[in-house]
Nanobody, 111 residues
């Protein structure tokens, strides 16, 4: 099983990025999926998730209205669209199926 995250980078405040996470060996459509992040000196926190039971979406209050989680079952890939980025969004972002984790991709928001 492999989750390959990509799309991170450096962006100015107010900018946008789209993270992708391509899965192999596991079907994202059959599992709960999510994005977590970890900033230096802080614990890993959930950003957005999609339930495997009924497809409902959870989005952390800190990113609500700015971030959107989605998945393309045909491509077996999940996404995190991040708009109106803020410096406090700077972190390493991880994709997960709750059992398996990707390697993380760095997002840096700075002027």
């Amino acid at each position: 099983v492999q989750l390959q995250a990509s799309g991170g980078g450096s962006v100015q405040p107010g900018g946008s990025l789209r993270l992708s996470c391509a899965a192999s060996g596991v079907s994202l459509g059959d599992n709960a999926i999510g994005w977590f992040r970890q900033a230096p000196g802080r614990e890993r926190e959930a950003v957005a998730c999609i339930s495997s039971v009924d497809g409902t979406t959870y989005v952390a209050d800190s990113v609500k209205g700015r971030f959107t989680i989605s998945r393309d079952n045909a491509k077996n890939t999940m996404y995190l669209q991040m708009n109106s980025l803020k410096p406090e969004d700077t972190a390493v972002y991880y994709c997960t199926t709750s059992v398996y984790w990707g390697q993380g991709t760095q997002v840096t928001v700075s002027s």
